[in-house]
């Protein structure tokens, strides 16, 4: 089964805006990392936050993490068309080792 | 540095019969791993090694074999294929089996008729 679930399935938004995806989990976790993949490829590792931090940035991505809620969201600003892809938060259980579960992913369309 | 190669790109296969789905890295990575992805499922790991001489079972492991004799190579078989293993094939690796962030190779296109 799938630790994560992420919402929404996809969104489609114009350049310029921001772009927030959601991801939920169901066990205690070590860390949570978000990934890239364009279409056709492989996946390329965005952005990791950790159970102990709350917020994150790098460049325009933003990830915020509540343990409470076990729920982490990615925030991508002022979005561009090079940002179109799909997007996966997965997540390391605390009792897994180096194993990550991936949700099902969100598709990003940016429309130039 | 290559990072992580996958060969082939994409296979066809039928019913019953067997390959070896290729993975190599060159960045002396221990832990290396295998995942399928289809359609609304996500990625699921299959099978995954953290070390040379170590293997072990991920989330959806029937039907596929493992093995690793040196720390480069991870190749993935499939013993008599089914069209349920019909997927994109995933390899990754990471410097350990504490390290957070994976690394990905371009994939597989598998189809089993």
């Known amino acids: 089964s799938q630790q994560g679930e992420e919402d929404p399935q996809a969104l489609s938004i114009q350049e310029g805006e921001n772009a927030t995806m959601n991801c939920s989990y169901k066990?205690?976790?070590?860390?949570l990392q978000w990934y890239r993949q364009n279409s056709g490829r492989g996946l390329v590792h965005l952005i990791l936050i950790r159970s102990n931090e709350r917020e994150k940035h790098s460049g325009r991505l933003r990830v915020t993490l509540d343990t409470s809620k076990k729920s982490s969201s990615l925030l991508i600003t002022a979005s561009r068309a090079a940002d179109t892809a799909s997007y996966f938060c997965?997540?390391?259980?605390?009792?897994?080792?180096?194993?990550?579960?991936f949700g099902e992913g969100t598709q990003l369309t940016v429309n130039p | 540095n290559a990072g992580v190669t996958q060969t082939p790109k994409f296979q066809v296969l039928k019913t019953g019969q067997s390959m070896t789905l290729q993975c190599a890295q060159d960045m002396n990575h221990e832990y290396m791993s295998w995942y399928r992805q289809d359609p609304g499922m996500g990625l699921r790991l299959i099978h995954y090694?953290?070390?040379?001489?170590?293997?072990d079972q991920g989330e959806v492991p029937n039907g596929y074999n493992v093995s690793r004799s040196t720390t480069e190579d991870f190749p993935l078989r499939l013993l008599s294929a089914a069209p349920s293993q019909t997927s994109v094939y995933f390899c990754?690796?990471?410097?350990?089996?504490?390290?957070?962030?994976?690394?990905f190779g371009p994939g597989t296109r598998l189809t089993v008729l």
């Open positions: 066990t205690s976790i070590n860390n």
């Open positions: 090694s953290v070390g040379a001489g170590i293997t």
């Open positions: 997965a997540t390391k259980e605390e009792t897994s080792g180096s194993r990550l579960t």
């Open positions: 990754a690796s990471s410097p350990s089996a504490g390290t957070d962030t994976q690394y």
